[in-house]
């Protein structure tokens, strides 16, 4: 009986919860929900978990082998990358990272949504594409994370 009471608090707490991670300010969110045009010869890259299924977990992403950060829900990160060139958008999951490959162009913005699923242990994770303004939308509720901490290296 104490072991299923256990288990239960501890499903409970996966769906639950909210797992923080350090945020810029709220100057810097506002300036990237503008979503300007990228830099000359640049791409822009917003990736944005929403939602609160897996609210206890965190999630680590890279561009090119590169830590963007560790996301939690309801975050954004924003980023510019080379444009004209393929970018390769991986998360962590339950047994190895899940990759995206975007090819993006220079002057463009280009939306990742991340999302959890359910996997043998609560942990997966994955990525789409999603047109601009589904994209837009959704940053506009969403708050901007720091970038470049991820929990493995």
Known sequence: MNKTIVLAILVMSLF???ASVPMESPEKSSIAKKFD???NGMAGLYIYRSGSFGGALKKDIWVDGKCVGESAPDVFFFLQVQGDMEHKIS???EFSPN????????????????YLKMGLFVGGAGLELVDENEGKNEIAKLSLA???TCSQQ
């Open 16 to 18: 639950s919860g909210c």
């Open 37 to 39: 045009t990228p830099s």
């Open 91 to 93: 998360t962590e999951s």
């Open 99 to 114: 990759d995206l490959a975007v090819n993006t162009k220079s002057g463009k913005n280009y939306f990742v949504h991340q």
């Open 146 to 148: 720091n970038s470049g």
